[in-house]
């Protein structure tokens, strides 16, 4: 089996990267509530084997005003994602840290797991900045009092990101527009920009459209922005085109995407976790990336633009690759061009895979895991370079 999200991606390639340079043990959380797959490791056997120890995960829920309100005002309460574990596992996560030269956090999430402040000599890859996600949200919803809601846990997350500085080495983010935001809040530590992104093929893929035409997505159904997106894409989206193109049909691909959270509507197949998805995608007229809420970047772009396949995206699903309109993707924030850009898809083959080949050549300079590990390898490096010295001075 292969990861089957962008997140699990992200971290085994990381975990990849880095102990070709280090000797790696990794901690696993795992979660008490999760249905595990038994086989799920196979995938990354080499990265499996370093695995030291296995930590139990607990909800910690705000319960009552009280809790609440120290959530919203005070920025250093503990376990700000509601979730955490315990003091138990906590001690011996920290004497295994005190044994390495440095610790990568995989998600600032699993950070604040750990009720503690301050780590010394670490790394925090932020895939997804809080405070963004939160300001998609916003921007997005459409209910007075849930947007002043938002707008509250908006500013408490930024609250907390502006002490980043205080408890980690070296924060890593995925794009340069989540580094210039995390600078503008005034995070001073060593800031890396590790994109997100895809393998590169073995063979060039050859697209065959097919007929009658497909659109497709790709993307796990545990995740709302997706379900979020794609039902907006089904409702807004898909009765214009099945207008234009009456025997088009939608492909959803991804873990979940075959169970009860399925849009309801016609010619629209569900097919569920696809251990190798390529063929398929190759046979898509493009891949929409319907998106409205969310942060960080889409690993699903990536993936798209490995197999030149035509990308139909948000603004805010393409966020951070710095792509261009019409020249590497096709961009619309609302129903009508949305729907406009995939039909164009469909019925202009030759330019739609002018841009597919165009973000290609980009995909291969910037998005390969090739082209990501340098990345990777000098936001370590800035951690070991920062921490001279500092050894000796940790807490006990």
């Not at 997505?217 to 009765?239: A, Q, S």
Request: aromatic share 8%; net charge neutral.
């Amino acid at each position: 089996m292969h990861p089957t999200s962008a997140g699990e991606l992200r971290a085994w390639h990381v975990a990849r990267a880095l102990q070709q340079i280090a000797s790696l043990k990794i901690v696993v959380l795992d979660d008490e509530d999760a249905n595990e797959d038994p086989n799920e490791d196979a995938a990354a056997a080499d990265v499996a084997a370093n695995v030291a120890l296995r930590v139990g995960v607990r909800l910690c829920p705000n319960v009552g005003w009280a809790q609440k309100v120290n959530w919203l005002v005070n920025p250093r309460s503990p376990t700000p994602h509601g979730i955490g574990v315990n003091q138990a596992d906590l001690q011996r996560v920290r004497d295994m840290a005190g044994q390495f030269d440095a610790v990568w956090f995989f998600e600032l999430r699993t950070a604040n797991m750990f009720p503690w402040w301050k780590w010394p000599r670490s790394v925090v890859d932020i895939s997804d900045v809080p405070s963004t996600f939160e300001q998609s949200a916003v921007a997005a919803e459409r209910v007075r009092h849930k947007r002043v809601s938002g707008r509250l846990r908006l500013w408490s997350w930024q609250r907390r990101e502006r002490l980043l500085k205080e408890r980690f080495s070296v924060l890593t983010v995925c794009s340069e527009a989540d580094q210039r935001y995390l600078r503008q809040l005034g995070v001073t530590v060593p800031l890396h920009v590790v994109p997100n992104g895809f393998e590169r093929p073995k063979v060039v893929v050859s697209r065959q459209p097919s007929t009658p035409p497909r659109l497709g997505f790709i993307g796990v159904f545990d995740h709302l922005p997706n379900v979020e997106g794609i039902h907006w894409f089904v409702r807004e989206c898909w009765p214009a085109i099945k207008r234009d193109i009456p025997d088009a049909r939608l492909r959803l691909v991804g873990r979940f995407t075959d169970g009860p959270l399925k849009p309801d509507g016609v010619d629209i197949d569900a097919l569920g976790r696809l251990d190798d998805p390529t063929q398929e995608m190759s046979t898509w007229s493009a891949m929409v990336v319907p998106v409205h809420t969310g942060a960080g970047t889409r690993g699903k772009v990536a993936h798209a633009f490995s197999v030149k396949c035509p990308v139909v995206s948000t603004s805010l699903g393409a966020y951070g690759y710095d792509a261009r309109n019409a020249r590497d993707i096709f961009l619309a924030d609302s129903a009508a061009p949305f729907a406009a850009a995939c039909i164009r898809t469909i019925t202009e083959p030759h330019e739609a895979s002018a841009v597919a080949e165009r973000a290609w050549q980009q995909f291969l300079e910037k998005w390969t895991w090739d082209a990501i590990r340098p990345h990777i390898w000098a936001a370590a490096d800035a951690c070991l370079t920062s921490a001279e010295g500092v050894r000796a001075n940790d807490p006990q």
